[in-house]
């Protein structure tokens, strides 16, 4: 076998290196010839997908494993839901839930609904009936354990895998995994008692159970309880309190303070790690929040009935009232919404915008240099993005996002009873109702969900032009990785990695 590298540069380095440049002038050949095939047949692949007459692809989905996929076909005539997996048809079903694979794309599962009972499907497996399955509906980290929660007979258990915990009176809406994904963490209630399950253990009882969470580095579970009208914060072993409130739970943006705050004797403190700060002569203390940096901590206080923004060592009013303290990306500009005089303002930094009769929501664009908002005048609403107005509207839905790139602005209006998905300069629709708006990280793809004639269905817009059904593909760790659609014209599913 000969020497490719040779440092010496003699003979059979300078044959291998011939042969080297050989075979690169014939790859760049290939290449420069079929280079387009070649990346089609790479990245791109297409699939069969037969329906029958009267039936409509409305869901088509992908895993990032391997390219299995699976769809959800409505039919028109029966009003009924099937499933299609592989060259296997499954139904049908009053209504389907929660359509996904495993996070390692070898499971199918999803919930259905059969003669007002619900069930669980997962791969060749069928569990229930159920009176009634939660909306936590997922797999634990390591993606080998389904968890949900179900109602039978007025009782409440949780289901993970083939374990059952219960009877409970209820449950909590929220389940939490540790981050090594060996123990679930929820809210249960027995007796008229609550109590946290983690694991095996049990903690309580307490009368109300609020903000459940893990600290940022995993290691302590965290909550905020109610005791006899006195409240507690609960940080692993510890217990601090008792405090005649606590409100804005949250931990400081390095993960090391958890912060809130406190009311003791009538007076307002704020809490943050073993730190207390006050007491303060406020009448409340509203949201807190940090900038990204952590170094500056902004709220709404009270005093003798108008409100303030203190933010750091500034102090930022009066005003009749203030909602959605927001910082911008870099942490430069803080952004509030106040009330003066029954008008509306938005404050941004030292800028004030208005006035107008309400104002729903803000949010900046990626890069901070942007804000676009949600207004209402004289009975019409508008978006307003920078220097540009968009409107009237009879009505603005509440999701409004920016592209990544901080170029596009996608939202959702309302016109003459029907909704219409606005990107740019382009208008998608008309929708009985619109559910979600999500872009590729890329910002190429945009996908929502809408409502037609009550059935749920999956889009995606590629190029600004083309509407399909389709969806985003996330591998377990959220990474995103293509995309999946169904092309009803030549009766295909492409999926594009």
């Not at 510890?238 to 949250?250: A, C, E, R, T, V």
């Not at 509030?336 to 107008?356: C, H, M, Q, R």
């Not at 005048?377 to 509440?398: F, M, Q, R, S």
Request: glycine fraction near 10%; charge should be negative.
């Amino acid at each position: 076998m000969k020497r490719i590298y040779n440092k010496s540069g003699n003979k059979p380095f300078y044959e291998g290196k011939v042969k080297i440049f050989f075979i690169i002038f014939l790859l760049l050949s290939i290449i420069l010839i079929y280079g387009v095939n070649i990346y089609a047949q790479t990245n791109k692949f297409e699939y069969d997908l037969k329906t029958d007459k009267n039936e409509k692809v409305i869901q088509v989905i992908g895993n990032s494993y391997n390219n299995n996929f699976a769809a959800i076909v409505y039919n028109n005539k029966t009003h009924k839901y099937y499933v299609i997996s592989g060259n296997d048809k499954y139904g049908p079903y009053d209504y389907i839930m929660d359509f996904q694979f495993s996070p390692d794309g070898k499971t199918l599962t999803y919930r259905v609904e059969i003669a007002d009972k619900w069930y669980v499907i997962s791969g060749n497996d069928k569990y229930g009936p159920y009176d009634y399955i939660g909306y936590f509906f997922q797999f634990s980290p390591d993606g080998k354990t389904l968890v949900y929660y179900v109602k039978i007979d007025d009782k409440y258990y949780l289901i993970a895998g083939n374990a059952k915990y219960g009877p409970y009176d209820d449950i909590g809406y929220f389940f939490l995994f540790s981050p090594d994904g060996k123990t679930l963490v929820y809210e249960a209630e027995i007796d008229g008692n609550c109590y946290v399950i983690s694991g095996n253990d049990e903690y309580g009882p307490y009368d109300c159970i609020y903000d459940l969470q893990f600290s940022p580095d995993g290691k302590t579970l965290v909550y905020d309880v109610k005791i006899d009208d006195k409240y507690y914060v609960i940080s692993g072993n510890d217990k601090y309190g008792p405090y005649d409130d606590i409100g804005n739970f949250q931990f400081s943006p390095d993960g090391k303070k958890l912060v809130y705050k406190a009311k003791i004797d009538g007076k307002y403190y704020i809490i943050a790690g073993n730190d207390k700060y006050g007491p303060y002569d406020y009448d409340d203390i509203g949201v807190l929040r940090f900038s990204p940096d952590g170094k500056t901590l902004a709220y709404k206080v009270e005093i003798d009935g108008k409100y303030y923004i203190i933010a750091g060592n500034d102090k930022y009013g009066p005003y009749d009232d203030i909602w959605d303290l927001q910082f911008s990306p870099d942490g430069k500009t803080l952004a509030y919404k106040v009330k003066i005089d029954s008008k509306y303002y938005l404050i941004a930094g030292n800028d004030k915008y208005g006035p107008y009769d309400d104002i729903d929501d803000f949010r900046f664009s990626p890069d901070g240099k942007i804000l676009a908002y949600k207004v209402k005048i004289d009975g019409k609403y508008y978006l307003i993005a920078g220097n540009d107005k968009y409107g009237p509207y009879k009505e603005i839905g509440y999701d409004f996002r920016f592209s990544p790139d901080g170029k596009t602005l996608v939202y959702e209006v309302k016109i003459y009873g029907k909704w219409y998905v606005i990107a740019g300069n382009k208008k998608y629709g008309p929708y009985d109702y619109t559910v979600y708006l999500e872009f590729s990280p890329d910002g190429k793809i945009l996908a929502y969900a809408v409502i037609i004639d009550k059935g749920f269905i999956d889009l995606l817009i590629l190029n600004n032009e083309i509407i399909y059904v389709g969806s985003l593909i996330f591998d377990s760790n959220n990474n995103y990785i293509g995309y999946i659609y169904y092309d009803e014209i030549n009766k295909k599913v492409v999926i594009v990695k």
